[in-house]
């Protein structure tokens, strides 16, 4: 037996037993240094509500890498644009702010801000944004245009897209060398979402793993994700997760004691002894 078995296993079991308890649709894969060690209808089409905005930052990024704008270009924050929910931007009260690129992908990002989604569609129009994912090898992973080409509804992913999506950013094959230092050191920053993986974790340990959240409900039935990337104590990326969970009820509790949440919560130890 090799020593990765025995976190392996726990891993398995953790998933197994925590998503049972939660209830639900779980839609999951989780690798460890390319191997899998859960791999649960990975292929089905679901929501990715916020958990989308990762795609909508590689679109961007690439945007970047080919000269179309830097990440110090300047974009107008006017309060027509501003979008209520999950953010930084709703809470000011009063706008007209120019913001960097970088800013507002690292709003959009850390703190998931719905505001910085509209600001990315100005600089990268739907249909576009769909064309670069679907150039990158992307079959499934789409936003949802509207009658206004920049902007669109977050739209479809499957889990094993998403996973492939951090894993190619990890790797260093998804975009440039500082576009992908960039995306990773705002999705590891220690501001961010610790209510899920994160939750029972050092600082030191939460730093080590990149992580984007996404939730809503719809139909009556709430959803909750989580995707990410645990690195090693050399700074290597170790481990591969993409979670996500559909048909879950207490639609309206978006914190930490959400059953699916929760869930979460309890995987991630056992993660972080597997990529230790």
């Known amino acids: 037996m090799r020593s990765s078995d025995g976190p392996a296993h726990e891993v398995r079991r953790l998933y197994r037993d925590r998503a049972a308890e939660a209830g639900g649709r779980w839609h999951a894969l989780i690798t460890h240094r390319g191997t899998p060690v859960v791999d649960d209808d990975a292929d089905a089409v679901l929501r990715g509500y916020s958990v989308q905005k990762l795609a909508v930052a590689v679109a961007v990024l690439d945007a970047v890498d080919r ?11 006017p309060a027509g644009i501003v979008l209520p929910g999950s953010g930084i931007y709703a809470l000011q009260t009063v706008w007209g702010d120019r913001v960097t690129v970088a800013n507002v992908l690292t709003a959009m990002l850390l703190v998931s801000d719905n505001t910085a989604v509209r600001l990315c569609g100005r600089l990268v129009p739907a249909r576009e944004i769909n064309e670069i994912l679907a150039a990158k090898g992307f079959a499934r992973t789409r936003v949802e245009p509207v009658e206004d080409p920049h902007r669109f509804f977050l739209g479809v992913t499957t889990p094993r897209e998403t996973h492939d999506l951090l894993t190619r950013l990890a790797g260093g094959t998804l975009l440039s060398p500082a576009g992908s230092a960039f995306m990773l050191g705002v999705l590891r920053g220690l501001s961010g979402y610790h209510d899920g993986v994160r ?32 690195f090693d104590r050399s700074g290597r990326p170790a481990l591969v997760f993409s979670l996500f969970a559909d048909r879950l009820g ?8 959400h059953p699916a949440v929760r869930a979460h919560a309890a995987l991630g130890p056992a993660l972080m002894r597997l990529a230790d």
């Open 67 to 77: 000269g179309r704008f830097g990440l110090d270009h300047l974009v107008d924050v």
């Open 199 to 230: 939750r029972e974790m050092s600082s030191e340990q939460r730093s080590r793993v990149a992580s984007k959240y996404g939730a809503d409900w719809e139909d009556g039935f709430a959803s909750r994700h989580e995707a990410g990337v645990v």
């Open 250 to 257: 207490d639609v309206l509790n978006y914190g930490g004691t």
